[in-house]
């Protein structure tokens, strides 16, 4: 019998560093494929970094085969030219999936939090811990921008609609073991 197989592209956008997970869902077990960090540098100009952004996603995006994109949502501290260029970054991420059509979700970095270590309010370490623990790393994600994006892509597997299509199909199995998902 085969399980659905679904690969979740999570990321923590941002201007100068955007983080990306790879998490790949079968059955009730999950994986990293990758991570990393899109860096761009601050000498450059916008439309040159929001481009390089863009050409990374893009390469990954052709290279996984991606299910779904999640995203974290925008925080907005108190540092209104952070939230315009994190936005601006976001929204490269969105035009990179649904020039794919690639469905896309937001989840809060409560949401996030809980869904991977049950408390919302979780510090980036016992998110990074507990990411490590949930997906079998060896060692924990490179940095925290990594470790967010791979706790977004666990947050959409866990919560979102994949994990009713992923229920759905393995209660078809279990019903009728004869027949391959």
């Known amino acids: 019998m085969h399980n659905l197989v679904v ?7 941002g201007l100068a560093s955007t983080g990306y ?5 079968q059955g009730a077990g999950v994986a ?8 761009t540098r601050a000498e450059d100009v916008l ?3 929001l481009a390089l952004l863009y050409n990374g996603l893009v390469k990954l995006i052709e290279e996984y085969g991606f299910d779904a994109v999640a995203l974290e949502t925008l925080y907005f501290g108190q540092n209104v030219r ?4 994190v936005g601006q970054a976001r ?18 970095p ?13 510090s980036k370490d016992q998110v990074a811990r ?5 997906l079998g790393m060896a060692s924990m994600p490179i940095s925290d921008h990594a470790s967010d994006a791979l706790a977004v892509a666990i947050c959409h597997i866990n919560t979102g609609p994949w994990a009713s299509a992923i229920a759905a199909a393995t209660a078809a199995a279990l019903r009728s073991p004869s027949r391959d998902l």
């Open 7 to 13: 690969i979740v592209l999570g990321i923590d956008p």
């Open 21 to 25: 997970g790879v998490v790949e869902a």
């Open 32 to 39: 990293a494929l990758d991570s990393g960090v899109i860096m």
């Open 47 to 49: 439309e040159r970094r």
């Open 82 to 85: 952070t939230a315009f260029a």
């Open 91 to 108: 929204g490269v991420c969105m035009v990179a999936a649904g020039e794919r059509n690639l469905p896309c979700a937001s989840y809060t």
């Open 110 to 122: 409560q949401q996030v939090k809980s869904a991977v270590s049950g408390y919302g309010h979780a």
């Open 130 to 134: 507990m990411v490590q623990s949930i």
